[in-house]
C-alpha cells in the first residue's frame, strides 16, 4: 500500500512540475514584474520611487483612455463581423457537403495562418492600394475614373484585422456544429418551424459555446494585436498596443508602458467577464 | 529518468550554444545595409571571426540593451545624439579606447564630433560610421516648386505629402516655422513651448497628409508609387529611388537638412570588445567603406573612400548639395534627459487628430 502510495505521488508531481514551471516562470513572474514596474517612477537620475502617476496618466489625458475605448470598441465590433462572416461557412462545412470535401476546404482556409501575419496584411496592401488591385480592376472597367482611397484608413485596418482572426473563429464553431445531430433539424422543419425559428432556437443556441470561446479569442487577438493596425491603419487610426510600443521605445518610460499593459489586460478582462455573464456562457463550459 | 537526463543536457547544450559568445564570434545590432555580407565574408577570412548581423533602429536598440542592461550583443550602432542620455540613465555601454581606433582613416571633423555629442564625464562612447541627412523626397514632375520643411503644410500638395511622425519630423518643422529647436536644449520650458507650436501646425494641416510613412521601405514605396509627391526622407533613401525614377530625387529644404551621424558603440556586457574594435577599423579601410556606399548611397565618414565611389554616387551628392546647402546643415545634439516624453506627448497628439 505505503509503497503504491509512493509511486502515485512521484509521477503526480513530475506531472504536474511543468505545468507548475510553465505557469509561474512564464505567466505569474512575469506579469508580477509588470504590476511592479508599473507603480514605479524613476527620477532624472535613475532612482525608483513608488507612484501612482502612470496610471493616473490614463485617466486624465483624454487621448489615452479614448484610444483604449476606441480600441476595445472595434475589437468588439470586428468580433461580431468575424461571426456573421464566418458562421455560414462554418455551417457549409460541417451540414452542407460531404466531409470529404470540407475536410479539405477547411484546409485551404487554414493556409493564411502559415504565410504569417505579416505577409497577408502586406498582401492586403497590394490589394487595396491606390494603384492596387481592385482599384486598377475599377478603373480598367470604367466605374471609376480616380482611386477609392480604401488603404491606410480604418476600413483596411478593420479588413486586416478581420481576415487575420476569423479562422479562429471558424475552427471552434465546425467543432461544435458537428457534434449537433441533424435529426433535430429535420424534425424541427417537420413539425413546421420556419428556417428562422430553426436557425435561432435550434442552431444557435448548440452552437453557443463554440460562437463565445470564438468570440473571446478573436476579440483578445484583435484588441491586442499591433501589426494589422500599425501597417493597414490610417494617419488617425489609434490603436492602444501602439501606444505601449511607445512608451516602451520612443520614450523609454517603462514604467508607464507596463501601467498601460496592466490595463489593456484588465479591461479586457473585465469585458469579456461582462459579456460571458451577458451571453449567460460559463467559461468553463466554453473552455471544453 | 536516463531519457529526462538526456534530454535536459541536450537543452542546456542547446541553450549553451545561443548564448555562446567566444572568440570567434562578433554579435552585431545594426542598421539595414550597414554590414554588407561581402565584408562579413571578407572579415571572416582576414581575422577568422564570423559577425552575426542583427537589423534594428535606434529605439529597439536600446530598448533591448536597456532590458539586458547592455549583454547579448558585442558591437552596436546607435545615432551619436542617443548616446549620452541612455547611459548617463541605463549605463549600458562601455568607453571607447581611441586608441585602438585607427583614427587615419576617419574623417577628423567627424570624430571631433562623436566625442563631443557623445562624451559623458570625459569619456567617450562612440566612433562615427555614417552619416546622412534628413531632407525632402520630392516628385519633380508633380510637385516642381516643393523645396522646404513648410512645403509639407502646403495646400498646393494636399493628399501628395506624407512624413513619419517621430521626432525629426517635430525638428524640421520647427525650422521651417523659422525657429531654431537646437537652440532651446538648455530650456525645457522654451522647448515644451516650440514643440507644442509645431504640434499645433502640424495637427491643422493633416488634412493635408496622405499617410505617415514608417520605415524606409514604406518611405520608399509611397513616392515611387507616385501617391505621394513631397515627403520627408533620408538623402539616401532618395537617391535609392532616383535611380529607378528619376523624377524623384533628395532635396536638402531651404531652412536647413538635419544631420544625423550613425555610429559604433560597444554594449557594457560586449564579449568580445577586441572583435569590436578590429571590425571598426576593418570597415572603415577606404575601400571597405566605399564598397559599403556604392552598395547603399550612404555616406561614410572613411577618408579616403570617395577615391573607390562610383560616379552615380558621386553625382547624387552634388546633385542634391550645394555648398550652401552643407554649410545649412544642422546637426543634431545630444538630446537632454526628459525632451524625449515632451516630443512623444506632441506626436501622440498628432496622431490622434482628427
Not at chain 1, 505521488?9 to 512540475?17: A, C, D, E, M
Not at chain 1, 514605479?40 to 496618466?57: I, K, R, W
Not at chain 1, 488591385?133 to 470604367?142: A, M, P, S, T
Request: hydrophobic letters at 45%; one cysteine or more.
Amino acid at each position: 500500500m505505503m509503497e503504491n502510495k509512493k509511486g502515485f505521488n512521484i509521477t503526480f508531481y513530475l506531472l504536474i512540475l511543468p505545468v507548475l514551471l510553465w505557469l509561474i516562470v512564464l505567466i505569474v513572474l512575469p506579469h508580477i514584474y509588470l504590476l511592479i514596474s508599473s507603480f514605479q517612477g524613476e527620477t532624472d537620475s535613475g532612482a525608483s520611487f513608488f507612484t501612482l502617476e502612470h496610471y493616473e496618466t490614463f485617466f486624465k489625458n483624454k487621448i489615452y483612455w479614448l484610444t483604449f475605448v476606441n480600441t476595445a470598441a472595434y475589437a468588439i465590433g470586428i468580433t461580431v463581423l468575424a461571426f456573421i462572416v464566418t458562421f455560414p461557412v462554418a455551417f457549409y462545412l460541417t451540414k452542407v457537403i460531404s466531409k470529404k470535401y470540407a475536410s479539405f476546404l477547411a484546409l485551404l482556409l487554414l493556409i493564411p495562418l502559415w504565410v504569417g501575419e505579416l505577409v497577408t496584411v502586406y498582401g492586403w496592401m497590394i490589394i487595396l492600394g491606390d494603384h492596387g488591385v481592385i482599384n486598377e480592376f475599377l478603373i480598367y472597367i470604367g466605374l471609376i475614373d480616380k482611386p477609392i482611397e480604401m488603404l491606410y484608413t480604418n476600413f483596411s485596418m478593420t479588413i486586416g484585422l478581420l481576415y487575420v482572426s476569423m479562422l479562429f473563429m471558424v475552427v471552434p464553431i465546425m467543432s461544435t456544429l458537428e457534434s449537433l445531430d441533424d435529426s433535430l433539424i429535420e424534425a424541427a422543419s417537420d413539425l413546421g418551424a420556419s428556417k428562422w425559428t430553426i436557425f435561432t432556437k435550434i442552431i444557435i443556441p448548440y452552437s453557443m459555446p463554440g460562437i463565445t470561446s470564438g468570440g473571446i479569442i478573436v476579440f483578445m487577438l484583435v484588441i491586442g494585436d499591433y501589426v494589422a493596425p500599425d501597417i493597414l491603419g490610417g494617419k488617425s487610426s489609434l490603436w492602444f498596443t501602439e501606444q505601449i510600443y511607445n512608451e516602451f521605445l520612443s520614450t523609454l518610460d517603462w514604467g508607464q508602458g507596463a501601467a498601460f499593459g496592466f490595463l489593456l489586460l484588465m479591461i479586457s478582462s473585465s469585458i469579456i467577464w461582462i459579456a460571458l455573464k451577458l451571453s449567460g456562457q460559463k467559461l468553463e463550459r466554453v473552455g471544453s | 529518468m536516463k531519457k529526462l537526463a538526456i534530454s535536459s543536457v541536450a537543452i542546456a547544450t542547446l541553450l549553451a550554444g545561443s548564448l555562446y559568445a567566444g572568440n570567434g564570434v562578433l554579435r552585431l545590432i545594426t542598421w539595414k545595409g550597414y554590414a554588407p555580407k561581402a565584408l562579413v565574408k571578407k572579415f571572416k577570412k582576414e581575422t577568422g571571426i564570423t559577425v552575426k548581423v542583427t537589423y534594428s533602429n535606434n529605439e529597439e536598440m536600446i530598448a533591448k540593451l536597456r532590458a539586458t542592461r547592455g549583454g547579448g550583443f558585442d558591437l552596436a550602432q546607435p545615432s551619436v545624439d542617443r548616446i549620452r542620455f541612455v547611459q548617463k540613465r541605463f549605463h549600458i555601454y562601455h568607453p571607447i579606447d581611441y586608441s585602438k581606433i585607427n583614427t587615419s582613416q576617419i574623417t577628423k571633423s567627424m570624430v571631433a564630433a562623436a566625442k563631443k555629442i557623445s562624451g559623458v564625464d570625459g569619456k567617450v562612447y562612440s566612433v562615427p560610421y555614417i552619416y546622412g541627412t534628413t531632407g525632402l523626397i520630392i516628385n519633380k514632375k508633380m510637385a516642381p516648386g516643393a523645396n522646404d520643411w513648410s512645403d509639407l503644410w502646403n495646400p498646393k500638395y494636399a493628399g501628395h505629402i506624407s512624413y513619419r511622425l517621430k521626432r525629426p519630423i517635430l525638428i524640421g518643422a520647427a525650422f521651417g516655422m523659422g525657429y531654431n529647436p537646437f537652440a532651446l536644449y538648455g530650456n525645457k520650458a522654451a522647448y515644451k513651448k516650440l514643440i507644442d507650436k509645431v504640434a499645433k501646425k502640424l495637427i491643422a494641416s493633416k488634412k493635408y497628409v496622405k499617410t505617415y510613412w514608417t520605415s524606409g521601405d514604406t518611405q520608399k514605396g509611397l513616392v515611387d508609387s507616385g501617391d505621394v509627391w513631397v515627403e520627408s526622407g533620408w538623402d539616401a533613401i532618395g537617391w535609392q529611388v532616383h535611380d529607378k525614377n528619376p523624377n524623384i530625387d533628395f532635396v536638402c529644404p531651404k531652412s536647413g537638412a538635419l544631420g544625423w551621424i550613425d555610429t559604433f558603440a560597444i554594449p557594457a556586457k560586449s564579449k568580445n570588445i577586441e572583435a569590436a574594435y578590429k571590425w571598426i577599423n576593418f570597415i572603415l579601410q577606404p575601400k571597405n567603406a566605399a564598397y559599403v556606399t556604392n552598395k547603399s548611397s550612404y555616406m561614410t565618414v572613411s577618408k579616403d573612400a570617395p577615391k573607390y565611389l562610383d560616379k552615380k554616387i558621386k553625382a547624387n551628392f552634388k546633385r542634391s548639395y550645394s555648398k550652401a546647402d552643407i554649410d545649412n546643415i544642422k546637426w543634431y545634439d545630444a538630446l537632454p534627459s526628459g525632451f524625449a516624453s515632451i516630443e512623444a506627448k506632441a506626436l501622440d497628439r498628432i496622431k490622434a487628430a482628427e
